[in-house]
């Protein structure tokens, strides 16, 4: 039997075979997917240097409200301050490094629970108890680490890259091409959430989200609730579209008889969001997909819905979600990540449609090819 590499030392090797042409590509080198080395590449030069969703624009709205979120294994903290402008800080004390805030709420400062050093919630000290006999020690030259933030089609996203461009500017038409599907995202809220922990490396729950080619053979269910005849997959710099009408017969997946939205509308924003229109309410399901080492990944899905309470038609799509279609997925990314591991799989060909119909993997190619531009951007 063969013996496979276990290791690749130059990013040439792990995008060898990639072209740019999808018709005549290879995928990724298994070796991105199977080894902690590339993992790490992945949180340095992917991970903290892109934008990362963080929650809905609900949550941050009023004055002193703030939200906690790990972010490639950073803690930080989004507050809106008293003037209304949104800030994120890397939720560390000035003092001795502990935790500031935790969880979510409304706070009218950022008070340390080790010593008490408290914030204002532009991050300036504020107050810091027995430091009046410090010498060379000043309240106003002491302030919060900020983190990049900005409010982006209903949601909040930060960037660990302080020098990173605007998401806005990065993403071309994303803005314009939800608002048309979704005009009411920013009114939505939240509803429902479900989580799953998944012994797969990230790139591959990716790979899998961004290609229908499997669902005639996997998702028998949902090439029903879909018009499989419609579906197109277009990519853009940074992200790419996935559109299909709703079916229009009986399906088994959920009824979707008395829907409102007739459109399947899917988004995949580099490097790790995902956002969902399904057919049935207005609606926005937001699919978080948190790396957490080489064959580990998280994944929430967020529904945002038109009143907090789904209704029935809802409820039954947050079923078939979760008992049907991610039992699915799960286990075939789980199985590939196993099959990586082995001497027998190194590059697979990537099968393109040029028509772009999602029986084809150029979405899948196109994020291919922006993992080896992040690999290769500080060689």
């Known amino acids: 039997m063969p013996q496979k590499k276990t290791t690749m030392n130059t990013n040439t090797d792990i995008g060898r075979g990639y072209r740019l042409e999808p018709a005549s590509s290879y995928s990724l080198h298994a070796d991105a997917y199977t080894q902690a080395a590339w993992f790490e590449a992945d949180a340095a030069k992917i991970l903290r240097k892109n934008w990362q969703w963080v929650c809905h624009v609900e949550k941050t709205r ?177 992200y790419s579209s996935h559109m299909a009408d709703a079916g229009n017969a009986p399906n088994s997946a959920y009824d979707v008889s008395d ?20 057919p049935g309410r207005s609606s926005m399901i937001v699919l978080n997909i948190i790396p957490v080492s080489h064959e580990r990944t998280l994944e929430t899905y967020d529904f945002f819905l038109e009143t907090p309470e789904p209704n029935q038609m809802e409820l039954d799509a ?25 001497p027998a799989f190194e590059q697979g060909r990537i099968v393109h449609d040029p028509s772009g119909s999602g029986k084809s993997e150029h979405a899948l190619h196109h994020f291919h090819g922006l993992v080896l531009d992040a690999y290769n951007a500080d060689a």
């Open 62 to 238: 009023e004055p002193g409200a703030f939200v906690t979120v790990e972010i490639a294994g950073q803690p930080i903290a989004i507050v809106r301050d008293r003037e209304g402008e949104l800030r994120a800080f890397y939720n560390v004390c000035k003092h001795r490094a502990h935790q500031l805030l935790s969880g979510e709420g409304n706070t009218a400062f950022i008070v340390c629970p080790y010593h008490a050093w408290t914030y204002k919630l532009d991050g300036q000290l504020h107050g810091a108890p027995h430091t009046q006999h410090l010498q060379d020690f000043r309240k106003q030259d002491i302030c919060l680490d900020t983190v990049q933030v900005e409010e982006f089609c209903g949601f909040v996203f930060v960037n660990l890259d302080p020098t990173a461009a605007s998401l806005a500017s990065q993403s071309g038409d994303l803005k314009s091409e939800v608002m048309h599907w979704a005009p009411d995202v920013a009114d939505l809220t939240f509803g429902h959430r479900l989580t799953y922990d998944i012994k797969s490396n990230w790139k591959n729950v990716v790979d899998n989200f961004l290609e229908c080619y499997h669902c005639p053979v996997a998702h028998k269910d949902f090439c029903d609730l879909v018009d499989m005849k419609t579906y197109k997959v277009t990519t853009y710099e940074k």
């Open 259 to 278: 829907a409102t939205v007739k459109t399947h509308a899917v988004w995949w924003l580099w490097p790790t969001t995902c956002l969902m229109r399904y």
């Open 318 to 342: 947050i079923r078939y979600l979760d008992e049907v279609l991610q039992v699915e997925d799960i286990g075939l990314v789980e199985s590939v990540q196993k099959g990586m591991a082995t």
